[in-house]
């Protein structure tokens, strides 16, 4: 174990609530750089307002990767607020989310609140003529984005959503780029599947509550929901088919434990399937997979362990039409936090077009509604 882990390890420990979020720093750790961004030249000053999920650590320092400089923070629970101020000892706490609001020198706003508060505070950022950047999910309701749609189309900020299972996984990323130098020829399908590990003790109450994060297919499955429609290039797409199910938590009726989605867009067709059941026997907090099939070969991501043996994450294979080859992906660039940076300065898309941001929750969403609930 390096030094940078266990410091992160301690960040998440070093509080009870902070360690209701110690199961969602696995992620962070997997698909984020193992040790803490290097410094750069400023070129944003960003701040962070909730600190509800441990992905608001990965968050910031994608953006700072970027050129960004977190100046501030703030966390109504001051149980959360400590651990982050230790582990961004340059920022400062703010007296309020207000005094962050009203800041003029803010430009970014990053949140990894309660999922059911996070549409709510974005559409105060960007009316505040800030942007923003929410953790996944980026809203719970159909109604939610539909605010966050007429707010960003009023004010012309940045809604950015880190659908971190694609922008701050290398292999992931290496994936888009054979996509699209044809390695694989026209995508037909993608298959994406996200299981993770429950780690109750580590749980906030929030978890289990539908209305507060949204359910398994709003919530997990934006990821897949976000790769399908990159991957396939669809604009468009529609749930076929949608179910969700409390297979092993009847104490927690709020909780969906599996879900799997069937879609078809405008570039091709896909299958989702999340679910809360990683056995603890998985080094790792899940074995979550991409299956991007095409006309002339297929690749497969291993995104945090490669059961077959060798170490580590970022796992790429791919088979076409010459042989079947193993792709190291370890020095495979994070675009999105530079990029990210590019578009608060210079007012462009080139980190997600913002229509794919909210065309994924859309989906995730309309797939939560219409889901069959198996009993």
């Known amino acids: 174990m390096t030094t940078s882990r266990k410091g992160r390890r301690e960040f998440l420990k070093s509080s009870l609530t902070a360690a209701a979020v110690a199961s969602s720093w696995d992620r962070v750790r997997a698909s984020a750089q193992e040790a803490a961004p290097p410094k750069r030249p400023t070129r944003i000053r960003f701040a962070a307002l909730g600190l509800?999920?441990?992905?608001?650590?990965?968050?910031?320092e994608a953006v700072i990767r970027g050129g960004g400089e977190l100046v501030s923070f703030y966390a109504k629970e001051p149980e959360l607020a400590g651990p982050f101020g230790n582990r961004f000892p340059a920022a400062k706490l703010a007296r309020s989310a207000r005094d962050i609001l009203e800041d003029p020198s803010i430009?970014?706003?990053?949140?990894?609140?309660?999922?059911?508060?996070?549409?709510?505070?974005?559409?105060?950022?960007?009316?505040?003529g800030k942007d923003y950047m929410s953790d996944k999910p980026g809203m719970t309701t159909l109604e939610q984005l539909e605010e966050a749609r007429r707010v960003q189309a009023e004010t012309k900020r940045i809604y950015s959503i880190l659908y971190s299972e694609r922008h701050e996984n290398r292999a992931t990323v290496k994936a888009g780029d054979l996509v699209k130098a044809g390695a694989i020829g026209q995508v037909i399908q993608t298959v994406g599947l996200g299981p993770h590990r429950e780690n109750p003790k580590s749980r906030s109450a929030w978890f289990y509550e539908r209305e507060r994060y949204g359910g398994i297919l709003c919530d997990i499955a934006s990821h897949q929901f976000d790769q399908f429609l990159y991957f396939t290039?669809?604009?468009?797409?529609?749930?076929?088919?949608?179910?969700?199910?409390?297979?092993?938590?009847?104490?927690?009726?709020?909780?969906?434990?599996?879900?799997?989605v069937l879609l078809r867009g405008d570039g091709g067709t896909g299958y989702i399937r999340v679910d809360w059941f990683t056995p603890d026997g998985l080094d790792t907090w899940g074995d979550t997979r991409l299956t991007v099939l095409g006309t002339d070969g297929y690749i497969e991501v291993r995104k945090n362990i490669d059961i077959a043996g060798r170490p580590g994450e970022s796992h790429l294979f791919l088979v076409d039409q010459k042989d079947t080859r193993y792709i190291d992906c370890g020095n495979v660039e994070l675009p999105y936090g530079e990029?990210?940076?590019?578009?608060?300065?210079?007012?462009?898309?080139?980190?997600?077009?913002?229509?794919?941001?909210?065309?994924?929750?859309?989906?995730?969403?309309?797939?939560?509604?219409?889901?069959?609930?198996?009993?």
Do not use: W, Y
């Open 107 to 128: 430009q970014l706003v990053v949140s990894a609140g309660i999922p059911n508060e996070r549409a709510p505070l974005g559409i105060e950022v960007m009316r505040h």
């Open 339 to 375: 990029r990210l940076v590019d578009d608060v300065l210079n007012r462009t898309e080139t980190s997600m077009p913002q229509t794919h941001v909210f065309l994924v929750m859309e989906l995730a969403l309309k797939a939560q509604k219409q889901a069959v609930r198996v009993t």
């Open 52 to 60: 509800n999920h441990g992905h608001i650590v990965g968050q910031c």
């Open 233 to 260: 290039n669809s604009t468009r797409a529609d749930i076929v088919a949608a179910q969700v199910r409390n297979v092993r938590h009847p104490d927690h009726p709020g909780l969906d434990d599996f879900g799997d």
